[in-house]
């Protein structure tokens, strides 16, 4: 399984991006994609899930009412649509498959595939 990140960026304070992963290969017909970050020198954080079950999705409160999360199942794309785009939102985004798609874990050992991550820098 491969997973190919798009759609970084730098953006001003407040301004918006919207990221896709295209995952290709095995993954099966039921999995969970998902979105995490790292800024520098912090640890992995989830900012959003899409199961196949249900098609249900949850993005925590950090980002809730700013960021969503969609899946597009007919390409085995996920998308994070980031509004009002803060500048503690700086950091390295990654998408990430979990071959059980009963669940939306928020603990980056759940997942069994990542993609090369991409950048996102909010100045103020």
């Known amino acids: 399984v491969q997973l190919q990140a798009f759609g970084g960026g730098l953006v001003e304070a407040g301004g918006s991006l919207r990221l896709s992963c295209a995952a290709s290969?095995?993954?099966?017909?039921?999995?969970?994609m998902a979105w995490f970050r790292q800024a520098p020198g912090k640890d992995y954080e989830f900012v959003g899930g899409s199961s196949w079950y249900g098609g249900r999705t949850y993005v925590p409160g950090v980002v809730t009412g700013r960021f969503t999360i969609s899946r597009d199942s007919t390409k085995n794309t996920v998308y994070l649509q980031m509004n009002s785009l803060k500048p503690e939102d700086t950091a390295a985004y990654y998408c990430?498959?979990?071959?059980?798609?009963?669940?939306?874990?928020?603990?980056?050992?759940?997942?069994?595939?990542w993609g090369q991550g991409t950048l996102v820098t909010v100045s103020s």
């Open positions: 290969g095995r993954t099966g017909r039921s999995y969970t």
């Open positions: 990430a498959l979990d071959l059980d798609g009963r669940r939306i874990a928020v603990f980056k050992d759940a997942y069994d595939f």
